[in-house]
């Protein structure tokens, strides 16, 4: 790019294109300028987004994860853009092209297709044919048509024939001028621009069924047949679902001026197109002189055969970007619900994963995630050992004092799930605990219906074999699905984000854009929470900020090799872990039990004086351990001002994080744990009729809707329109993943495995032979494969049936039960207490 600014310098280049780019995403977030100069110079130092949003706040102006991830998505894609701008320059520079008007263009481009758009005349490109024609001097006679159309083109023509230059009759030097007209304005850029905007906003989508498409496909896409709509708003999950329809060659997909089935307002269209041709051009006139016929028939060709086709790839492109983006948001979203799922907690559980010939694999679980016992029973058919299952259950759940029976969710779940229950019926009552008796888990245990989606995943992977060496194969998949109640995140990180199972159209995205989300959103989401350093495993390490796989194996064989970590202070010792990544992570990182109280928090080391000074204010001797004050709780520190704390190093923000911290220590931002009662005698889609009400699971949120699993091995589609009597933009507005809701079954049909439902429960229900899932419903739920159907370990994770308290099945406990003056009874309130800082 210097070449094209010669009077300035590399410096000042760069420093110009940076403060652009600051400027352009200040505006695009709605934050100021020096906010995100100030995260771009953190980014670029090593720092990573999580460790930004939590403990540089001061330093961003309290900019959060969200945006400092839109941020970081926006500033690469600037900053590649700025890569192709100066070698655009560049290129055209080299040509000697360069023109002030044309450098202006190029640097006022705010998109890549605006740049290549103006990029086109100058590519290295192969001979065209109307490059060609101007080799052989055929050019004039292209102008020479235009300025006197009156002529005609083969008098004007003949002139020009050379059996040297290869033009040997005037048909040929017509057909070289008629390629240099179409090539002339196939590079105007200005209209170019209108042209595709111009389509975008009135152009339509056509799209019909192939021909020769066997039935099944045929069915797969038949609301889509015969169908027309408006490009611009045509929705994101449409695009994707008529896309991968071509692709599979059911569809046929085109772009058309306007509505085909209008035939006058389809010609009144193309004759805009085809004179804003001829103005670009030059053209005069009608055609009704012979030079007037022969430069209409150049435009129609001009626009049908090279301005329409090209332009129709861009807004396909378009549409494609757009439904990606949606698509790739909306799977973030959810794997965040899915991945924040309220844990169940330390409970001893039994793992059970369904099955019928190849039985019912058996796993138990410690209050640790340690495995204790397994086992293979034969309930179902074809062995139908039902009652020698039933005591084989009976029998490890004494042993092991159960808290808790995970039951996966494939094939035989409903089954498996009444064994479950017959296991919770047969288990003795809760006995009166005797004064001052701790609850050792004796208590009858709940059973709750838990996604195995990714199970298998897992199960095969080089992981599971790491770390259950011992274990067969089928039985690893008993033990991910009983971890993964206990903690949905520790278990989950182990599973490639794709396979969780609660994406849309995730195999038809751009596979790097969606990963580098998703990894986004697992790492948000694992250093939301905190991780125990003496009891994760690596894959849980590897996500904590700063760390990544390669420190987590260190960390992992120090821990091995030198016993538990005793303080933060001491993962300086873990060799290459150095002082920028324990910068990163530490704050993220836990240790229960130690020699420093805080170490158990989200208070940074570095904010460790901060806290003291905060402790001590409330009453208690800074680091001494001991309370100066008797009487003097941790609640206290909420009676506090928090400017009188604050000072160069630590701004208000950090200084109210502390005190947030110190009032509730170690609290987990996941919510409290509660599951759906699943209703008795409802197990299949034949059950359900028109007007039930009844709990399930939202296992999904796409664009236009929900997916609730009410335990039949199909989930029920609530769509965005039957959510509420308010409008609704985004179906995540009203219900999460993973979140417990009541819907009423508006509509069944058994055959296509189709439920529609309703958040509204005094909505009324289908008539006969009337159907609610229209397309101009919700025809994205036809023919559209991965939204609807959640094959076994692939799409649409479920959660979900319990309730040891009977009535709608919700389990309150599991939330670690509160210390005196509400503080939470933590690990971290614990040492607090008996270190003195807290009663």
């Not at 360069?98 to 740049?115: F, G, H, I, N, P």
């Not at 103006?118 to 235009?146: N, V, W």
């Not at 229209?774 to 036809?782: A, I, L, P, T, V």
């Amino acid at each position: 790019m210097r070449d094209a600014f010669p009077e300035k310098t590399a410096e000042q280049i760069s420093k110009e294109i940076a403060e652009k780019i600051n400027v352009v995403i200040a505006r695009e977030l709605g934050v100021k300028t020096w906010q995100v100069t100030a995260a771009v110079g953190l980014l670029d130092g090593g720092a990573t987004v999580p460790f930004i949003a939590r403990y540089r706040k001061e330093v961003t102006g309290t900019l959060d994860d969200a945006q400092l991830r839109d941020l970081e998505e926006r500033l690469r894609y600037l900053r590649e853009l700025e890569d192709r701008r100066a070698a655009v320059l560049s290129a055209i520079h080299e040509q000697g092209a360069l023109s002030d008007q044309l450098r202006e263009a190029v640097l006022q481009a705010a998109t890549k297709a605006e740049l290549e758009d103006l990029y086109l005349p100058y590519k290295s490109k192969r001979r065209t044919k109307a490059q060609i024609a101007r080799e052989a001097g055929l050019e004039p006679l292209a102008d020479a048509i235009i300025a006197d159309p009156s002529r005609l083109p083969d008098e004007a023509a003949s002139s020009f024939v050379s059996e040297e230059k290869g033009v040997p009759n005037a048909a040929d030097a017509l057909a070289g001028a008629r390629a240099i007209l179409t090539e002339r304005a196939g590079q105007d850029t200005e209209l170019v621009h209108e042209l595709r905007e111009r389509l975008w906003t009135r152009g339509r989508v056509r799209v019909q069924a192939a021909e020769g498409t066997n039935p099944e496909l045929a069915g797969k896409y038949a609301d889509y047949a015969d169908y027309v709509q408006p490009l611009e708003s045509l929705p994101g999950h449409r695009v994707l679902a008529l896309l991968r329809g071509e692709r599979e060659g059911a569809l046929t997909v085109a772009v058309a001026e306007a509505d085909p089935r209008d035939e006058a307002a389809l010609d009144e269209a193309r004759a805009g197109y085809e004179n804003a041709v001829s103005r670009s051009l030059g053209i005069r006139g009608g055609a009704d002189t012979p030079g007037g016929k022969w430069l209409a028939q150049t435009v129609r060709i001009a626009w049908r055969g090279r301005l329409q086709p090209r332009l129709e790839s861009d807004l396909r492109s378009r549409l494609f970007e757009a439904a990606e983006e949606e698509a790739v948001r909306v799977f973030a979203s959810n794997l965040r619900d899915v991945l924040l799922a309220a844990p169940a907690g330390n409970r001893a559980v039994l793992g059970l994963d369904p099955g019928l010939r190849t039985g019912v694999k058996v796993a138990v679980v410690d209050r640790t995630g340690k495995v204790v016992d397994t086992a293979t029973i034969y309930p179902h058919a074809p062995a139908n050992k039902w009652k020698e299952s039933l005591a084989t259950l009976e029998a490890l759940a004494l042993k092991h004092r159960i808290e808790l029976v995970a039951v996966g969710n494939g094939t035989a779940s409903r089954e498996t799930d009444r064994l479950a229950g017959e296991l919770l019926a047969r288990l003795p009552q809760p006995g009166t605990l005797a004064a001052g008796q701790k609850n050792d888990g004796a208590m009858k245990p709940a059973k709750v219906i838990v996604s195995e989606a990714g199970a298998s995943v897992y199960s095969a992977s080089a992981l599971a074999s790491a770390e259950l060496p011992n274990l067969d194969v089928s039985l690893r998949g008993a033990v991910s699905i009983a971890r993964r109640l206990q903690d949905p995140l520790a278990e989950l990180v182990k599973i490639e984000p794709k396979s969780i199972g609660v994406g849309q159209y995730q195999h038809d995205l751009t596979p790097a854009k969606l990963e580098r989300s998703l990894d986004a959103v697992v790492e948000d989401c694992v250093n939301a929470v905190g991780v125990d350093v003496n009891t994760a495993s690596p894959s849980l390490l590897s996500r904590v900020a700063g760390v990544g796989p390669l420190l987590s194996r260190s960390i992992v064989e120090f821990r091995d090799a030198n016993g538990p970590f005793a303080s933060r202070a001491e993962l300086k010792k873990v060799p290459r872990l150095g002082a920028k990544a324990f910068e990163q992570c530490a704050g993220f990182l836990r240790i229960t039990g130690g020699r420093e109280p805080l170490d158990a928090s989200a208070v940074h080391p570095e904010a460790y004086g901060l806290a003291h000074r905060i402790l001590a204010a409330a009453g208690h001797a800074a680091g001494t351990g001991r309370p100066a004050a008797p009487g003097v709780t941790a609640s206290a520190v909420a009676t506090l001002d928090p400017a009188q704390f604050a000072d160069e190093r630590f701004g208000l923000p950090t200084v109210k994080d502390v005190m947030a911290e110190l009032v509730r220590p170690g609290r987990d931002p996941r919510p409290e744990f509660v599951t759906a009662a699943l209703k008795e005698g409802v197990e299949t889609i034949g059950d359900l009729k028109p007007g039930m009400v009844l709990e399930g699971t939202v296992s999904n949120v796409a664009a236009f809707g929900a997916f609730v699993d009410i335990g039949v091995h199909q989930d029920g589609l609530v769509h965005v329109s039957a959510m509420s009597s308010k409008f609704v933009s985004d179906p995540r507005e009203v219900v999460k993943s993973g979140q417990v809701v009541r819907v009423k079954v508006l509509d069944v049909d058994v055959p296509r495995k189709r439920i529609s439902l309703s958040l509204r429960l005094d909505d009324e229900v289908s008539r006969p032979g009337e159907d609610r899932n229209r397309e101009d419903r919700n025809g994205e739920q036809r023919g559209t494969g991965e939204d609807r159907r959640r094959p076994r370990n692939g799409d649409g994770g479920r959660r979900g049936e319990g309730g040891r308290d009977g009535g709608r099945g919700r389990d309150r406990a599991g939330d670690g039960g509160r210390g005196a003056q509400g503080v939470p009874d933590t690990a971290l309130a614990e040492a607090l207490r008996r270190a003195g800082l807290a009663k």
